[in-house]
């Protein structure tokens, strides 16, 4: 407790502050423009977050969001008036380069009620013309009625349509440019809180060519616990699984190296067993076979792949039907077989010598991993998460979106457990976790290299105001 007394003219204690719940921003590379440093009073403060957790309509898990609430209440506190984006799914099919807007799967409605519900305040969410392939091609001057009512307080927040739904946030080109500065002209301040959206995005990384930029206060605590498994304690583990192939297996070959064990499960086991055995498993892109070759050399003599040998097949994927579905056997696996769907690890997997040996001796576990197909092929995932419980001294990290919501879906009981407890971390971000631990510094990821570039552009100065007053939040 330290004495807390105000202003100059009383010159005596007339309370305390308690200094526990507030992280030191000290901890973290100087470099970083944080939250705490921007001036906000009467700035418009463009906030990015990743508030991907909606399925079909539905929040399963309101964790990535509870998580920015802090950052929210700091910059209306210090008198900001907040735009919030978040993407929601992938709408943009990379394959047929069309950009699908589906109004009851992934806009950011569910997120807005939330939020509201929960903060009984008011947000606006603007609507713009969609085209059919390429979706929202401007911001009309429209939204500027919302932002005049935002500066008079009239409405607490405006919170924009799903970022993915514009045709510049994942473009390269002319639509990208476009579309940041369109997004930078409704702000002052733009402050990223989205530590799960690593990649290189309008609204995640070149917005901040634009504004004065600062890591929100979310951000920063990941950034900071990141730290902690890029020089873990060994052996470290690592649980990679799910659905991401694309964007998971560059970093693999890296988190290869630095792991002492690896255990795969989802499409990216698949296709690495695809590569291994020579065989075809239904889904499974050839070329992304192709990618998964130099993992399989690489474990030829390295040996850290563990693997998890019952599997389930089945023939559709509209659900388990007796009789449509079965375990199958690496052991029985020979080159030139065709396999319909492998949608799970079946849970006998994780009570064999070799896997259990490698969770139960490992001194940190990383998990980015949904071992089957949601949410009917849950057995995998269930057993994986209390096999790993049964470890109780090894730090347990987990990360990733649907990594969570499983998590909190099979054993909330242990999840709510593992929010408190000391030997469990829980990411907002899988994928961004599996890029830091491939780069080897948090301070690499492209979303936070471009703060640092910004901070140097706009010379984010610590004002002597802000830094009494809320370097301690
Ligand atoms: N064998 C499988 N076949 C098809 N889908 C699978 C399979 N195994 C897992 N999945 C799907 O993978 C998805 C989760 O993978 P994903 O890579 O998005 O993980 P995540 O925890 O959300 O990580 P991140 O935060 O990086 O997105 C789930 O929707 C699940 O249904
Ligand atoms: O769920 C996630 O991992 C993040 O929201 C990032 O999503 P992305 O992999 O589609 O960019």
Redesign the pocket.
Known sequence: MAPYIPGDQIGMKVGYSVEEGCRDPALLDERLPLLQHADLRDKVVLLRVDH?VV?KGKILDQYRIDVTLATMYNIIERGGRPIIMTHIGRPFDKKTKTLTIKKDEDSVDAVVAYMQRKLRIKFAVPQFHATEKEGILDIDTSINWLIQDLRSRKIAGIYLPNTRWFAGEEDKGEKMERFVVQLAGLADVFVNDAF?SWQAHASTTHITRYLPSYAGLCLQDELFHVKEILSPKRPFVAVV?????D??IGPLAEIYKKVDKLLL??????TFLCAKYNIKIQ?VEDSDIELARGLVEQDKTDQKIVELPLLVETET?EGRFEGRFRTINTKDFAAGQQYK????IHPASFETKEVLDALDSASTIFV????????T?WHG?SQMDATIDRNRSALKFF????????FKSLHPGLYHAALESSKYYLF???????KVLEEGDPYALPTVKALIENGKTYNNKLQQHDQSNYSNY
């Open positions: 991907n399925k799960g699984a799910g659905a991401k192939y964007t998971k499960g989802g499409i990216i086991y698949n889904g994927l769907y492998v949608v799970d980015n991993a949904v071992m089957g197909f949601m949410p092929f995932t990360g990733g979106g649907d990594t969570l919501q499983e907002t971000g899988g994928g961004s976790v599996l």
